[in-house]
């Protein structure tokens, strides 16, 4: 799922919903350029969600310089 939405001028959100989808790792490296933030979100009954987030927190990290 991909929403944009304009919230002052000159300023956007893009949101692009994954699920956390292995599939999407390798095109989601290239949304990582020119980032100014990312959310990140998890399940709070899985505990397979958080160790998922962790390993997507990490991914951010080293991609988004």
Do not use: C, T
């Amino acid at each position: 799922v991909n929403f944009s939405m304009q919230v002052l001028p000159g300023v956007y959100f893009d949101f692009y919903f994954l699920g956390g989808q292995e599939a999407f790792r390798a095109i989601v490296r290239s949304f990582y350029k020119g980032i100014s933030g990312v959310f990140l979100a998890f399940a709070l009954d899985s505990e397979e969600s958080l160790e998922a987030l962790k390993v997507w927190h990490k991914e951010v990290k080293e991609n988004s310089h």
